[in-house]
């Protein structure tokens, strides 16, 4: 009887049909909110918008055929790459996977050679043989552009190890998306990062589908704030869709690893609007899920009417940014298509064989 009664107080596991009920569109977290002045929200709304105008660009110039290989677009999620950038310090580095292009604009890298490396040509960051996914730029401490799902992330540990060897006072942003949270490197990552305490801020870009898999069919803990609580490492779920809470939470995070504490997790909520790349029709989500995000969430939209709200700048001078980012653009793909493609000869350049 007791062998019987112990079965029957057994929990039943959580069917597939239940798990698959969970809400999946961006929830609106209790966090810090900073209020931003006149020239923050005009800043971030410009960073913002360049990132948009610049995907939806090179989505256009994959479907016409000049972006080979893959793309994948990062059209929703601008507010967490921009609000992190306010955050951080010159000096300090940030590192990601393929989902890079707003990275690299954000951290000051010129459209132009982004575009041109997009395109295969000799011009851009990886003088044309990176391609959409591994590009990199010293100068500006971005680190790539990584095709292969949580490769970066032991990388961006060990630019943190680095740091603090050198006991330079910089802190190590590392992105990585919903999907590759699941790796097992990501783990051994987070042990060494605490216990050297080094210097990094892991930054997880919840898109809430992977590569197209939603994170409640996919994850046992779908608060990946706690993924780090068995290594006691901090964390904190971010709506990403505000510029102004990414700022807030990345300012918390730097402070706390440049004191010596050792690595931070930022979860920041966020949404693409796309596929997970050019070649995903994303149909796994319903048309009325993405509208929504996109009228009650859109990081830039939510921008614009504070910025109109709060008398910072009218529909004349926003109008005016919008063509200068446009500008922007246009110059950028225009360049791409002029510089000419990498020679033969390099083809065995920088390559470890």
Request: hydrophobic share 40%; proline share 4%; charged share 25%.
């Amino acid at each position: 009887m007791a062998k019987a009664a112990r079965k029957a107080d057994k929990p039943a596991p959580v069917s597939g049909a239940a798990r698959r009920s969970r809400p999946t569109v961006v929830p609106d977290p209790a966090s810090d909110v900073d209020d931003f002045n006149k020239e923050q929200e005009l800043a971030a709304f410009k960073d913002m918008l360049l990132i948009r105008r610049f995907e939806e660009r090179a989505g256009q110039m994959y479907g016409m055929g000049l972006i080979g290989g893959f793309c994948h677009l990062y059209i929703g999620q601008e507010a967490v790459v921009v609000g992190m950038q306010m955050a951080i310090e010159d000096g300090d580095q940030l590192i990601t996977g393929y989902r890079d292009h707003g990275h690299m604009l954000a951290a000051g890298m010129d459209p132009k050679g982004v575009m041109a490396e997009l395109t295969g040509r000799r011009d851009g960051y990886s003088a044309g043989k990176g391609g959409s996914m591994h590009m990199f730029s010293r100068e500006r401490n971005f680190f790539g552009g990584h095709g292969i799902v949580a490769a970066q992330v032991p990388l961006g540990t060990g630019i943190a190890f680095a740091n603090r060897y050198r006991d330079n006072g910089r802190v190590c942003l590392t992105y990585f998306g919903d999907g590759a949270a699941n790796q097992g490197q990501v783990y051994e990552s987070f042990n060494m990062a605490e216990l050297w305490k080094l210097p990094v801020i892991y930054v997880i870009e919840n898109n809430r589908y992977a590569m197209g898999t939603s994170v409640a069919r996919s994850s046992a803990q779908t608060d990946f704030s706690k993924r780090g609580v068995s290594f006691n490492i901090p964390g904190d779920q971010v709506n990403g869709m505000d510029v102004r809470a990414v700022k807030a939470a990345g300012e918390k995070a730097a402070a706390w690893c440049r004191e010596g504490n050792g690595p931070y997790i930022l979860e920041m909520l966020t949404y693409r609007y796309r596929g997970h790349s050019m070649s995903d029709p994303a149909k796994y989500r319903s048309r009325d899920e993405v509208n929504k995000v996109r009228d009650e969430s859109d990081p830039i939209e939510m921008a614009r009417k504070r910025i109109i709200d709060r008398g910072f700048a009218g529909e004349d001078e926003l109008k005016k940014i919008e063509k200068d980012v446009r500008s922007v653009v246009v110059e950028a793909a225009e360049f791409a298509q002029a510089s000419p493609e990498p020679d033969a000869a390099e083809l065995w350049t920088d390559v470890y064989r």
